[in-house]
Each structure stands twice: as C-alpha cells, then as structure tokens.
C-alpha cells in the first residue's frame, strides 16, 4: 500500500483525490500496488464533502508520517508550496506537481534534493495540462537532438483568438466572455500578456536543452494588441493568429521567445482552437511529432498528476533521472533572429511603404486608411530601425513559416 496526500483541496487538488478515487482499480493495476490518499492539507474544512475525514490543517501531520511516500503539491504560487515540496523531499517523499510557477522557478534545485533523497520530483501536468509531453521529452524523445519546440501553451488566450477569427469580436469583449465562462481570471494578465506560456516554454526549453532557461529572460509579448483588422487581413492569405512560445537551436545559437504569430493552414497549429494546446516538438532525425490535447481543467490537470503518483508509486526509493541541470542557458537576443513581419501601416501610400521596408506583398482587406503588407526576410534588429525610421507603424505580427 502506498499511501498519498494532497496539499490544496482547490480546483487540482480536488481533481486529483477524484481521479484517483474514480479510477482506483486502473490506477491500483497500473501501479502494480494499491495507491491511497491519506489526508488533504487545506485550511479551510470541507462539511459534506465525501473525503472530509481526510483534511488536515497542519502541514506537520504529512511531513512527520513515515507512511506518506508521495506527496501530490496542488497549492499553487511560490508559497508555502516551495517550503513544504522542499521538506517532502528532503524527508524522501517523492512530490508531484501541477505548479509552473514553482516549476519554472524551483525545478532544478527541488529535482536535486529529490536526486539525493532516493525520491522524485515530477511536474507532468506544470505544462500542458493534460497533454503528456514532459515524460515523452524525458523518455521517448531521448534519442534526439530536438531542434525546435513551438507550442500554444495557454487555451484561454487561443480560445480569446478563436472567438475574435469567428465572430469578428474585439479584444475586450471575448477577454470579458471567457471570464464569465471561467475560461479565463477575472486578472488575466498571466494569460493575456503572455506570461504563463513563458513559464512553460522555459521548462519545456530547460528539459530538451538540459540547462536552466530562466523565464525572465525570454522575451514576451501578449494578445492585448491584436485587433478584428488583423483577422481580416489573415482571411485574405488563408493564415491565422495564435499565441506561440517557442524554442530554437539555430547555428549554435539558442532562441525562445512568446509572442503572437501569423500561420497558414499548411501549419499543423492552425486547427488547435478554443481551449485546446498543442505542441510542435521537431527532432534531427525524427522530426516533427505533436501533442494535442486540453492544455487545462480540473480533471485533465489531475489525470496528468496521478499519472506522476503511478510513476513515483513504481519507482520508491528509486530515483528517475531528468536531464535539467541548475547550470543557466545563456540564450540569443531576438535581435538576430530572422523572418517575415506581417505589418500595418497608417496611410494608403504603397510607394512609400516599399521605400521604408523594401520588398513587401501587400495585402487588401478593404481599409482605406491603412496599407497591410508582409516583408521580406529581415531580421528582428532590421525590422525595428525600418519601423522607427517609416514613423506610422500601427502594428506589427511576426510570421511563422
């Protein structure tokens, strides 16, 4: 018997007692032992609540049990989950988490207490919800130099996109719909500007590369900025919008950057809509494999979870190696890196567009005061002095090819 609990009775932490209970017998088969929730850490008390003899108050009561051999973190944020994930291990419990901040953050130093402590640290779910792809990075893709990850990594953000493409709907107006769904927070700035697919795109980048990408220092960009025109301009070229993060491996060099993108249909993201994630993953002998799924929820999220618990509940006592050292990846700037921009400008003077960016194609989506075109291949730093220099850029989208 190998007896678990779970620090938050929130969303996840629900979700994680629900599928293990749900599903007992596979999960029990699978792990090749019965696998039990001991107690649920919340500060709050749960009245009615099937599993409410099991919520604790104390921390001290998981972290003092011998018994206790896996513990699954659901808290969310820095703190206290940093703290109690910490003394878990270090006590030999094997932790198993849903938190990219934590994650993102902590993961090289709590994946090497967990190293020295006979015991596990797994986060399966930190990125992509339930979209399995940390075990195949760590596993099936082991083999490979992977030379490019590209990734829609936030469904509350694509299903913003979506719905703006389908309706013709402003920004604000889907952004305040989603909230009323609960698709999105009532503070979505994690979302929106782009930050919570950074956090994923930094552990995904650390995992292939196998040195510490620090989410800081990737640059990012969010949705707030894309408008109806946009779109409309897209259904001229049979191409869309999607938030992506993204990793490359160019000439020695390493990129990552989060921004919005233009890609066609020829692209395999171009049909991951609503709430949907998917992730591109392209390997030098390989090639391109993608992962597709709900990239959030409760249930999803768990289910990722408990599929950690039954890999730590086979391997107690035994550590699972993972290729993330502390040591920090210096990454590329931007400056360098090459592509085609769509972009818009004030005005209907093409000459004048031409002069100030060179060869363009130019796009009509039947607005007489502005001129939509994409450039040539230029790079980011060459882009940027023919932006200032032209003075009526209205907006700018990078291409995808």
Avoid at 57 to 81: F, K, Q, R, T, Y
Avoid at 193 to 209: F, H, M, N, T, W
Wanted: charged residues 25%; negative net charge.
């Amino acid at each position: 018997m190998v007896k678990t609990a779970v620090l938050g009775y929130g969303t996840v932490g629900s979700g994680i007692v629900e599928v293990i209970k749900t599903n007992q017998e596979m999960v029990n088969k699978k792990a090749g032992v019965d696998i039990d929730v001991k107690y649920i850490l919340d500060l709050r008390d749960f009245p009615g609540d099937p599993y409410e003899n099991l919520v604790v108050h104390d921390v001290e009561a998981i972290l003092n049990d011998e018994e206790v051999s896996i513990v699954c973190e659901a808290m969310g944020g820095i703190e206290p989950a940093y703290t109690f994930s910490k003394r878990a291990l270090m006590a030999g419990k094997s932790v198993c988490t849903s938190n990219k901040e934590l994650v993102a953050k902590h993961g090289p130093e709590l994946i090497q207490i967990a190293r020295e402590n006979n015991c596990n640290y797994l986060f399966e779910a930190s990125v992509g919800g339930g979209i399995p792809i940390i075990r195949p990075i760590n596993s099936s893709l082991t083999p490979e130099r992977i030379e490019a990850i590209t990734g829609i990594l936030n469904g509350t953000t694509n299903y913003i996109l979506t719905k703006m493409e389908r309706e013709g709907s402003d920004f604000s107006e889907v952004l305040k719909e989603a909230q009323e769904k609960g698709y999105a927070e009532r503070n979505p700035e994690a979302d929106v500007e782009g930050y919570d697919a950074c956090r994923k795109i930094a552990i995904l980048s650390s995992l292939v590369y196998g040195k510490t990408v620090n989410f800081e220092d990737i640059y990012t960009e969010g949705i707030t900025k894309i408008s109806t025109r946009d779109f409309a301009y897209m259904k001229q070229i049979d191409s869309t919008i999607k938030l992506l993060g993204m990793s490359r491996y160019v000439d020695g060099k390493y990129f990552a950057m989060v921004a919005p993108f233009v890609i066609g249909r020829d692209n395999a993201l171009y049909s991951v809509n609503d709430v949907f994630n998917a992730i591109l993953v392209k390997g030098n002998t390989l090639g391109e494999t993608m992962y597709y799924g709900k990239g959030a929820g409760k249930l999803p999220t768990a289910s990722a979870v408990v599929s950690d618990v039954i890999d730590c509940a086979k391997h107690v006592g035994k550590n699972i190696f993972c290729f993330w050292d502390p040591e920090k990846l210096q990454l590329a700037g931007i400056e360098d890196a090459k592509r085609r921009f769509f972009v818009r400008v004030e005005g209907s003077d093409k000459a004048k567009a031409e002069a100030a960016f060179g060869k363009v194609s130019f796009l009509d989506a039947g607005f007489s005061d502005e001129t939509g075109f994409i450039t040539e291949v230029m790079s980011e730093k060459e882009y940027k002095e023919k932006a200032e220099a032209a003075g009526n850029v209205i907006s700018m989208i990078r291409v995808e090819e």
